[in-house]
Structure formats: structure tokens, C-alpha cells
């Protein structure tokens, strides 16, 4: 039988695609010039350009940001945005716009977030419809509207990744399965430093 629309995945795609460019605001319909404000976006999207710049120049003094001069290693002194920082790095490289780098990232972390929320429901539940929706929910919230403005808090794509390999795991007790669990739950903790304490626990 024909799969309904609301349980294809270019729906979903679509859906999540849509709804982060109007979550962003002005930003996400003017990526390349415009943040929601001059404080934390600012910072972000040199931190994202930073890295980027490192990557391919200097990986092993990616810490020695030339911010908070003479202190060394001050990247250490906030989010280092690294996995955040290899997603959007093409987008560094190819324009040399921070800005649309961290507007991309933003895009992205609202985008996965409500993608692997889904992928998580259709694991355990395999109800299509429940899963559309609770990538909505997930991604797509007061908390998320409020922190819009901070990449590292939006990207909450790994904890439902996390728990997918935990049910294979509980399943099937596998090394792969161990090994994506723990991986996962290492990329949200390198997401940001809040997440980091929060997986931990």
C-alpha cells in the first residue's frame, strides 16, 4: 500500500526544513547578513570561523583563539562549537561569511533535531504519524524558540540518537550498538558544555 503523506520521509524533510527558516526569524530568510542580536550570535559565529580557519591550518592550536589575548587556549574558556563547527566548515571555506556559517548551523541543529526525534519514535513505535509529530515537538518549542540565538543549545539532534542504540543495545547486546550509544552521547556532550554535564548524569 501507498505510504501516507504525512509518513514520507521528503514530507518530513521538507516539514522540519520549513519550520527551522521561520523558528530563525529574519535570520533564516536573510542567512548571510543578518543574526537575532549582537551578543551571542556574534560570538558564536567566530568561534565556528575560528575553528574552520584551524582545521585546516593550525588542528592542534584549534584551543589558542586569538581571543581573550595574551591568555592561551581561550577557546577552552566557552563552547568550543565543534561538532557544530565540522557541519558548517564547507560553508566557511567556500564563502568566508561567519555569519551564514552560523545561521547554517542553526538551520541544521533544528533540522536534525526534529529528524532523529523522529527516527527515534519510528524505532520504537514505528507509527509514522507519531513520529512526524514528535520531531515537531522536540525541535520546535518555547525552549527552542528562546535559545534560537545559541547554536550549542539547539543541538539536541544526539540524545535521540543515543537512545536508539540503547534499544538495539537492550535488543541485541552488540559492540556496534555500545559503540553508538557511546558516541552519540559524546557528540552532545562536545555539543556544548551544558549538554556535556547533562549526559554525564
Do not use: C
Not at 583563539?65 to 557541519?87: C, G, K, T
Not at 513505535?125 to 528562546?146: D, R, S
Amino acid at each position: 500500500p501507498p505510504v501516507p503523506l504525512l509518513e514520507r520521509p521528503l514530507f518530513a524533510g521538507l516539514l522540519y526544513s520549513g519550520l527551522s527558516v521561520l523558528w530563525m526569524g529574519k535570520s533564516g530568510l536573510h542567512p548571510s547578513d543578518t543574526v537575532s542580536d549582537v551578543g551571542d550570535p556574534l560570538h558564536l559565529a567566530y568561534i565556528l570561523a575560528w575553528n574552520a580557519h584551524q582545521f585546516v591550518t593550525s588542528p592542534f592550536q584549534l584551543f589558542d583563539a586569538n581571543s581573550f589575548y595574551p591568555w592561551r587556549q581561550s577557546l577552552s574558556f566557552a563552547d568550543h562549537l565543534v561538532p557544530e563547527s565540522i557541519m558548517v566548515a564547507p560553508v566557511q571555506w567556500a564563502t568566508g561569511n561567519p555569519i551564514l556559517g552560523y545561521n547554517v548551523a542553526v538551520f541544521l541543529g533544528l533540522v536534525m533535531s526534529a529528524w532523529f526525534m523522529r527516527w527515534l519514535i519510528l524505532e520504537t513505535t514505528g507509527n509514522g504519524k507519531a513520529a512526524l509529530l514528535a520531531g515537531l515537538v522536540y525541535a520546535f518549542n518555547g525552549f527552542t524558540l528562546v535559545e534560537a540565538n545559541r547554536v550549542q543549545v539547539i543541538h539536541l539532534q544526539w540524545w535521540p540518537v543515543a537512545l536508539v542504540f540503547l534499544g538495539r543495545f537492550a535488543a541485541e547486546p552488540l559492540f556496534k550498538w555500545a559503540m553508538g550509544f557511546g558516541a552519540a552521547l559524546a557528540l552532545q556532550g562536545l555539543s556544548g558544555s551544558y549538554y556535556l554535564a547533562f549526559s554525564a548524569l
